[in-house]
């Protein structure tokens, strides 16, 4: 029994040496000291023994197990460190890797000049409005004082949709479309695409924006348009920038003016962006033409009101310093990612 005992627990002892896992450690500590363990069955046989022998036997089997039980928790632990150790070492992250890119995305420069706008007139009290793209002859002409056979039909050169369906030319639709459902006083902003067959170069688009403005109101005159839009330019381009307004001609507006500012390129002097002249045009503007307002039901004798239409790209790029507005339409993100 003795021999037994030895056999089996240098068999244990070389089997938990060798072992490679911590699952055969495992499976080593049933095979041995588990209850049906070789060691354990071991105990079993010493009911054959005699008085004298078995507290002997019974000293040796108990050595022998704790012998093989110390080894199986040493080893086992050996193998649970050689097992982090190779965790970690193929979970190491390389810090020196260049990170993945997080790409945030950002605001269109129309965008961010078309929100600067919206803030400046909501801060006078205009409602912003939206309107269709797509609008009848009517509304973009007709109620314009633009009849079928106006020769200024030909300032705009226009996408017909069908006979009375075209792409809008101008916002000034939003005028007539906001006189009939709101009676004075009115003070609006219309931001929006606008399309023109216009010939594609630096600073012509076939779609391009603006935001079109409409006050109406008793007793509303020509200086109320010149602080209005005075504010404005200010506001957009800082304090020291003039403005001037030029006489012009709209259809829908008696009397007409074209407001143009300071170069902000060469601060007035003369250089490539404003063709030498010092100024850029943004806007057109007028007093709302009688018939206008008499189309909409509006009596041109108890009210008055003023207009505007400013180009929302010409001020993007001469804000930015872009020098083709073909680049605003593009979505290049190589251009984009600049602002
Ligand atoms: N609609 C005109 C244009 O596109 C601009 C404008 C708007 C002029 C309102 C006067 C009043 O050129």
């Known amino acids: 029994m003795k021999e037994q005992l030895e056999s089996i627990r240098s068999a244990a002892l070389e089997a938990v040496k060798n072992a490679i896992s911590e699952k055969e ?48 928790s040493k080893r086992g632990q050996e193998l649970k460190l050689k097992a982090t150790e190779l965790k970690l070492k193929s979970e190491t992250i390389d810090i020196t890797m260049p990170p993945k890119k997080r790409e945030v995305g ?46 200024a039909r030909d300032m705009q ?25 709101r009676k004075p006083p009115i003070r609006i902003i219309c931001p929006g695409r606008v399309f023109r067959a216009d010939e594609v170069d630096a600073t012509h688009s076939p779609v391009f924006h603006q935001i079109e403005g409409l006050v109406v109101d008793k007793g509303i005159t020509m200086c109320d348009l010149k602080g209005v839009l005075e504010q404005f330019a200010h506001e957009i381009y800082g304090k020291d920038t003039e403005v001037k307004f030029r006489p012009s001609f709209f259809p829908f507006t008696e009397p007409s003016v074209e407001v143009d500012v300071t170069c902000s390129e060469c601060g007035g002097k003369g250089c490539r962006v404003c063709k030498g002249s010092g100024w850029i045009e943004i806007l057109g503007a007028g007093m709302v033409h009688p018939n206008v307002l008499r189309s909409c039901g509006i009596d041109p004798d108890v009210y008055s009101g003023f207009a505007f239409g400013i180009g929302l790209d010409r001020l993007t790029t001469t804000r930015y310093k872009i020098s083709d507005i073909r680049l605003l339409f593009e979505n290049d993100k190589r251009f984009l990612n600049q602002f």
């Open 25 to 72: 450690i495992e499976e080593l500590r049933v095979k041995y000291l588990g209850k049906k363990g070789e060691l354990t069955a071991i105990l079993k046989q010493m009911g054959g023994l005699s008085a004298e022998e078995r507290p002997k036997m019974g000293q040796l089997v108990n050595e022998a197990k704790q012998n093989v039980e110390n080894l199986i």
């Open 157 to 181: 050169d226009t996408f017909y949709l069908g006979e009375n369906l075209l792409l809008r030319t101008q916002t000034s639709a939003a005028q007539i479309r906001t006189m009939e459902t």
């Open 106 to 151: 950002k605001l269109h420069p129309l965008n961010t000049v078309l929100d600067d706008m919206i803030d400046i007139f909501q801060s006078m009290g205009f409602d912003v409005l939206d309107g269709p793209e797509v609008e009848t002859d009517h509304y973009n002409f007709e109620c314009l004082n633009v009849p079928a056979d106006h020769p």
